[in-house]
């Protein structure tokens, strides 16, 4: 997150703040930019000769109310020439989860290099996704990821890391474009997986509901359509499994949690509902069973295994049904037009 302040680069420190003259009620936040001048006064001085209490009591109280409002401070990276810098804040939440946040402020630094500051609002646009969507370990793991690459791209404008030429320059510069890469191919992997298991989590939700209810009813009576239902949300279920083992399942994980995990729950009734048109045309005649024996015991269960099929492969549901309905004969083509004698 990227934030400017109309702050002059000449930036002076506050006056010695006593305790007559401190305003009453609450301070208000810190924003980061202020900090990054803050450092950069108490850096500046600190290598001249050593800081002096009252810019190291401004600097330290600065930070003190920038971590109380965003988080505690856990990587950062400042400039030695310009007031510019990256940081990536942790803020303690409930049930012992953390939310971290990447602030920055580098249009000083890199005004001159807009191949650089490019990349760095790429890094905005990857930590702003990765608070978004991910959780846990996995938005730690990117959000880091990002953090470094931020502060590598930084270092190579700061005088005091930058690289010597031009061609020194561009040569680091692919390399963190590639760092940023990885970052984001992380981000696409753990992003597609979390939302796996919400997506499955709604699937297998929806289709113990519809199971329990349908087994319930068929304690009493046997239904064709409630137990090709039953059959083909399992069907569903399975085929889902099968394709997240096989890693060929993805799932758009930009459209939030509750909408995956409602796509997910549509899938089994989707999935049921093919497998009650295809068992309403396998018992009324339109199809018939593939079996010799016609004992009604033996037709419930091909009608349960057709069921399940119909539920597990859309397109084999889709390709019986449409053989069900009759074939258009093809139009013939007009003749073609005499042609007058002359």
């Known amino acids: 997150m990227s934030e400017t302040a109309e702050i002059p680069a000449t930036f002076a420190p506050a006056a010695p703040t006593t305790k007559s003259n401190k305003p009453a009620g609450p301070e208000p936040p810190v924003t980061f930019s202020e900090l990054v001048y803050t450092h950069y006064v108490w850096w500046h001085e600190e290598r ?25 401070v856990v990587q950062s990276f400042w400039c030695s020439h310009v007031e510019s810098g990256v940081a990536l804040t942790e803020r303690p939440r409930r049930f012992g989860r953390s939310g971290f946040t990447l602030h920055r402020e580098t249009d000083w630094a890199t005004k001159r290099f807009p ?62 474009q590639e760092a940023v890469a990885r970052a984001e191919r992380y981000f696409r992997a753990a992003a597609n997986g979390q939302a796996e298991i919400i997506y499955f989590a709604g699937m297998v939700v929806v289709a113990l509901v519809v199971s329990l209810a349908a087994l319930l009813f068929l304690h009493f009576e046997w239904r064709v359509g409630v137990a090709a239902l039953v059959a083909g949300a399992i069907g569903a279920v399975v085929s889902v499994i099968q394709r997240i083992n096989a890693r060929s399942f993805h799932v758009d994980y930009d459209v939030g949690r509750w909408y995956a995990f409602f796509l997910g729950g549509l899938r089994p009734l989707i999935g049921g509902a093919f497998a009650v048109a295809l068992a309403f045309a396998f018992d009324s005649g339109m199809l018939h069973l593939p079996i010799a024996s016609s004992d009604s015991k033996d037709k419930h269960l ?20 449409a053989s069900v309905v009759p074939q258009a004969a093809p139009e013939k083509p007009p003749p073609p037009p005499q042609q007058a004698e002359a």
């Open 48 to 72: 001249n000769g050593g800081a002096s209490e009252q810019t190291a009591t401004d600097y330290q109280h600065m930070l003190r109310r920038f971590e109380r409002e965003h988080g505690r």
């Open 115 to 176: 191949e650089i500051a490019s990349q760095l609002h790429r890094c905005d646009e990857l930590a702003i996704k990765a608070r978004t969507v991910l959780t846990g370990v996995r938005q730690r793991i990117c959000l880091h990821l990002v953090a470094v690459a931020a502060g590598h791209l930084l270092s190579l404008v700061d005088t005091a890391s930058s690289p010597q030429s031009t061609a020194e320059r561009r040569a680091a510069l692919k390399e963190e």
């Open 302 to 321: 091909a009608l349960v295994v057709i069921s399940f099929l119909a539920g597990f492969s859309e397109r084999f549901a889709q390709d019986t049904l």
